[in-house]
């Protein structure tokens, strides 16, 4: 998915669900922080959502927007509306959101993207511990957008011991595999 796709999807959601202010909470977050996104994040064709004021309301974009839709058929991306169970983010991610304004071209207003920083964003993807969560966690790395350290600090701050510990073998195992490749 290109930053073009996903401001149409967001936009869409937004539309849905009559908001102005939505979480980007996968690794479309990155756009948040950097123009261009590593490889694996870019055949990503979703954006994982969750509507500020109502987060309940989020599966209501699985339905429209959401995988095999019309939207999907259409567009080739779509929007995947979470539940906060189905996420694990550091306890201060909150502070460290990074926010981005654009003017929904439909209907002239203007919403507001609240993408969790790269380190929450690494340290909630290393903890998810899926193959491409790994590659994509590397290849921020690679580029050097934050550091080991960095992530770390963020895995230390998941309050549920065991998926912290968990990421913190993850990332061990992220680190290894970059030293041997290098």
Known sequence: MNKEQLIHVISAACRQLDCKEIYLLGSQAAYGSLDILPEIAETSADADLIPIEHPER??????????FSAFHKEFKCYGHGLDWSEVTLPSDWKENLVDTCFEDYVTGETLTVWSLSLYDLCASKIAAGRPQDFIFVKSILEEQHISYEEIQEAIEKISEKQKAKNALSNLKIIEKQFKLEN
């Open 58 to 67: 989020a599966d209501e974009i699985n339905g429209g927007l959401g995988e």
